[in-house]
């Protein structure tokens, strides 16, 4: 794993206290909110920033974020729902592929260009490396998510093991799961660039899996019950 810098020093040289960067782009990734919204919220509390430095510090915060997150992730279960949905950037249709258990819990997630074989192989590929193998996948009906599957277990990245099973019912779960997504990126008012959509999405994942209480922070020396609380204590670990 990478060496984390100190929490000091990935907010050495900020205009903005720390305080006011976690609370920014906590509040702009957990609630439906734009970052305008943000802007008169901050304006109420005598706190004048622009809406293009909040979405900065999405960029630049939130893949530290994850990694610091992701220490404390709990291991999903191995009853995997994997279906695909779309976003528009740039007015045009991207596709982010997605993944729970049957808990809801989140697997992984993908962004892509394009919805065909070779996507799915990367997204099922990252899954697979991010979590270990599932006993069982769920499809939706989709031709190229079943080709890639079969192509992961003839390389040898899927276990021949692994059970693909294709029902509408039980995919209910992750397509109410895309809803959550789709509904907070509504209020962000579009992407304009891939490379943004993705980063953005990767916060929005991560404040959804703290939301279903995917991490164990039990390692950690106090255990604070208030969100800003949480985020501090997982920032200065």
Known sequence: MTELVSAQDLFKGRHFDQEIIVLCVRWYLTFKLSS?????MMAERGVAVAH???????LRYVPEFEKRWNRYARPVGDS????????????????LYRAVDKQCRTVDFLLSMQRDMAAAKRFFSQAVSNNGSPRVIT????????????KLKAAGTLPRRVQIRSCK???????????RIKQR??????????ETAAVTIRGL?????IKKNQFNLETLTRKPATAPALWAEVLAA
């Open 52 to 58: 293009t430095t909040i979405l900065r510090w999405v």
């Open 80 to 95: 995997w729902r994997a279906d695909e949905t779309y976003i528009k950037v740039r007015g045009q249709w991207v596709y």
């Open 185 to 194: 990126i509504r209020p962000m008012l579009g992407f304009k660039r891939f």
């Open 36 to 40: 305008r919204d943000l802007v008169q």
């Open 139 to 150: 499809l939706d009906g989709y031709a190229a998510s079943h080709r890639a599957v079969t």
């Open 169 to 179: 019912y039980l995919n209910n779960i992750i397509e109410q799961d895309h809803r």
């Open 205 to 209: 994942e991560l404040a959804e899996k």
